[in-house]
């Protein structure tokens, strides 16, 4: 994506959101493709139209076009996350977002149209909260908070599957730790516990 920033911002001074459009064509034709006539390899075009497709959307940004028209974030993220409903419901993309091992289909190995779905609904979301956030953060304490999260956040972001593994090392195998039924109102309110395990293994 960075070695082909130049010459898609050079497509985007010319055609603007066109480019966007055309992207996310190419991303819907080869899951088409893909899924649809069980070619499996064309996927690995997607690398190419998924997240430059989402480039492009920083591109749009950058120059105020997402932002002219008070309704276009509104519109971004619904129909986004329209998307990406119709897509995890009907048309059997993974409601996963990552790469899980052992699952039969991935939105991220190779991308698929449901990450781009997900990323119009995200950058639709935080257009629509930019402005009073910039206001929130510009009060001193919490900018400094700010500041205090970012001096730490790429060690949490390296450290974070390491905790992840030591936890379920320790609580798995040994049985301390419940196994619920997946998606029981127990299993949920699991997730809590599981979340501070994982945290006081990441504390130190």
Known sequence: AVAAAPPLLAAHQRYGARVLAALAVGAATVDAVRYGLDVGWIGVLNYAFVWL??????????????????????????????????????????????????AQRSNTLPPTIALLALAVWQCGAMLIFEKPANRWLLRPRVWS????????????YLWNM???????????????????????GAWWLWRLGWIAACAICLVP
Do not use: C, K
């Open 53 to 102: 497709a989402i480039l492009e959307l920083g591109f749009l940004w950058r120059e105020g076009a997402l932002t002219r028209v008070r309704w276009i974030p509104w519109a971004m993220a619904g129909t986004g996350l329209a998307a990406l409903a119709l897509l995890t419901t009907v048309f059997d993309y993974p409601v996963s977002m990552i790469g899980l091992s052992h």
């Open 145 to 156: 908070g700010v500041v205090v999260a970012n001096s730490m956040v790429m060690t949490f």
């Open 162 to 184: 390491t905790a992840a593994v030591l936890a379920a090392v320790i609580l798995l195998p040994t049985g301390i730790a419940p196994q619920f039924e997946e998606l029981s």
